[in-house]
């Protein structure tokens, strides 16, 4: 099992950035896809990005294309979430997910099985 400790979040205004960071123990994490995800209050979790276990492939949800970019430093078994341009929509607990080893990156949280504890984003108007 991969422990995950998420950071970075806060309160900021339409229009700012902030980066996420999730720093991963106990596991291979440079041969994990890692995700993120995000829950808003009384809605579903969903889909926020993921990155394959080598960082040559990405995958986005429509709405952060453009705004979020994903990396990773597998050198300090650190995924990122830079996100710019924030929106009131994007308010929401962000949570960092470890895949399957040699995952390419999944849209799905089936597919993630090692969770953090989330970082709250709150984007104010």
């Known amino acids: 099992q991969v422990q995950l400790v998420e950071s970075g979040g806060g309160l900021v205004q339409a229009g700012d950035s902030l980066r996420l960071s999730c720093a991963a123990s106990?596991?291979?994490?440079?041969?994990?896809?890692m995700g993120w995800f995000r829950q808003a209050p009384g809605k579903e979790r969903e889909f926020v990005a993921s990155?394959?276990?080598?960082?040559?492939?990405?995958n986005y949800r429509e709405s952060v294309k453009g705004r979020f970019t994903i990396s990773r430093d597998n050198t300090k078994n650190t995924v990122y979430l830079q996100m710019n341009s924030l929106k009131p929509e994007d308010t929401a607990i962000y949570y960092c997910?470890?895949?399957?080893?040699?995952?390419?990156?999944?849209?799905?949280?089936?597919?993630?099985?090692?969770w953090g504890q989330g970082t709250q984003v709150t984007v104010s108007s």
């Open positions: 106990g596991g291979t994490f440079s041969v994990r896809g």
């Open positions: 990155i394959s276990y080598g960082g040559g492939r990405t």
């Open positions: 997910a470890a895949e399957k080893i040699y995952g390419l990156g999944s849209g799905t949280a089936a597919d993630f099985g090692s």
